[in-house]
């Protein structure tokens, strides 16, 4: 893909982001205090996201990682998530925090959250840099959201464009795509 030939437009700045993150890393400590906080970040999408949340965090967390992908080809989700590499060991005492890049369909989000819930830990919220809701194809609604925005594809801090654009430090939309 030639992203060179097409117009970027900033959606989320830097400026925007880190703001964002002070925000959100204080309401996520403070409903976590007292509570065993367990992040589990699901990649690749969710990397930068992860990094900076954890940092502005003032409560003790341990972080782990997930890989998902859904069935199918392209960047849509095809209906059904299939779980490439899962975390180890039971959850019990654990208060899960699921951290993504996005929700478009919600599907990725609830078949991890279903999942998790299996592995016996005390509750399970999830929390996402951007949400789609108008994309929505299962109910499902963030416990915590980064930025509400609409139904454009976005590129940039940890989210893809062909296999790159992932270490761009703002989210850009390509306006040029159809969608
Ligand atoms: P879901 O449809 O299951 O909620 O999201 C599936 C995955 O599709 C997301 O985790 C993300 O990796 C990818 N995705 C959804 N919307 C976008 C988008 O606008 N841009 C990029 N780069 N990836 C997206
Ligand atoms: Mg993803």
Redesign the pocket.
Known sequence: MDIDKKVWEVLCSEEDILNRLNELGTEISDYYRGKNLYIVS?LK??FIFTADLVRKLDVPVKVDFMT?S?YGHG???SGS?KIVNDIKGDLKGYHVLVV??????????KSVMDHLKTKNPEGVKSCVL?D?PE?R?VEIEPDYVGFTIPD????GYG???GDYYRNIPYVFVVTDEDR
Not at 100 to 109: A, F, N, P, Q
Not at 152 to 155: G, M, R, S, T
């Open positions: 699901l999408g969710s998902t859904s960047e849509e989700s998530v993504d890049d996005i929700t478009d369909s919600g599907l990725t989000m951007l789609k994309r194809k454009k594809f976005v590129v989210l893809n464009y």
